[in-house]
T-cell receptor, first 116, second 117 residues
Framework: AQTVTQSQPEMSVQEAETVTLSCTYDTSESDYYLFWYKQPPSRQMILVIRQEAYKQQNATENRFSVNFQKAAKSFSLKISDSQLGDAAMYFCAYRNYGGSQGNLIFGKGTKLSVKP | GAVVSQHPSRVICKSGTSVKIECRSLDFQATTMFWYRQFPKQSLMLMATSNEGSKATYEQGVEKDKFLINHASLTLSTLTVTSAHPEDSSFYIC?????????????FGDGTRLSIL
């Protein structure tokens, strides 16, 4: 079974600075997706960024980028120029590629605080 | 982008009441819908996966008779918490996917906060 591990329960960053959130996973599959979701106090799940395992290039979305190390099964999220609105719970998630189900498997989350 | 509407957003009711939560895909047909449960300060735990027109697949430890799931159409799935008790109080989130083969993105509803008195 696949697992996702986020080893940082809480992180803090100064506004405008850069922070990296860690995520490791375990799978025997070669094709899969990885995601970072943001959950603000409103509890809505917001997709931040996604990565297909077959792509070597790291995904980037504006201030958000990932460092995907397939061999190490590591998928960290870097937030540059942190903003107060970035404060939230961040969940790393895994999903198998293809198949009839393909549900998301979430890590336990990292609570990010942004200091003004 | 794709929108998933979840209703109601908040429910407070007495112990023993049955509560129905609706999850609708507003601008796409959802072949698969997922129901998650989230306890305070914890991650999302998958409860069940429902495919339109077939029985839901429940995760280990989730009571089928307690959490009834109906995916009667391609745009609607419902979760009914039967005879709810205080321990059922939680945040429930649905998500929907358009493509049947697991390759499409999942779109989340805004969640339902259920409080059983």
């Amino acid at each position: 079974a696949q697992t996702v591990t986020q080893s940082q329960p809480e992180m803090s960053v100064q506004e405008a600075e850069t922070v990296t959130l860690s995520c490791t996973y375990d799978t025997s599959e070669s094709d899969y997706y990885l995601f970072w979701y943001k959950q603000p106090p409103s509890r809505q799940m917001i997709l931040v960024i996604r990565q297909e395992a077959y792509k070597q290039q790291n995904a980037t979305e504006n201030r958000f980028s990932v460092n995907f190390q397939k061999a190490a099964k590591s998928f960290s999220l870097k937030i540059s120029d942190s903003q107060l609105g970035d404060a939230a719970m961040y969940f790393c998630a895994y999903r198998n590629y293809g198949g009839s189900q393909g549900n998301l498997i979430f890590g336990k989350g990292t609570k990010l605080s942004v200091k003004p | 982008g794709a929108v998933v509407s979840q209703h109601p957003s908040r429910v407070i009711c007495k112990s023993g009441t049955s509560v129905k939560i609706e999850c609708r895909s507003l601008d796409f047909q959802a072949t698969t819908m997922f129901w998650y449960r989230q306890f305070p300060k914890q991650s999302l735990m998958l409860m069940a996966t429902s495919n339109e027109g077939s029985k839901a697949t429940y995760e280990q430890g989730v009571e089928k008779d307690k959490f009834l799931i109906n995916h009667a159409s391609l745009t609607l799935s419902t979760l009914t918490v039967t005879s709810a008790h205080p321990e059922d109080s939680s945040f429930y989130i649905c998500s929907a996917r358009a493509t049947p083969q697991g390759k499409g993105p999942q779109h989340f509803g805004d969640g339902t906060r259920l409080s059983i008195l």
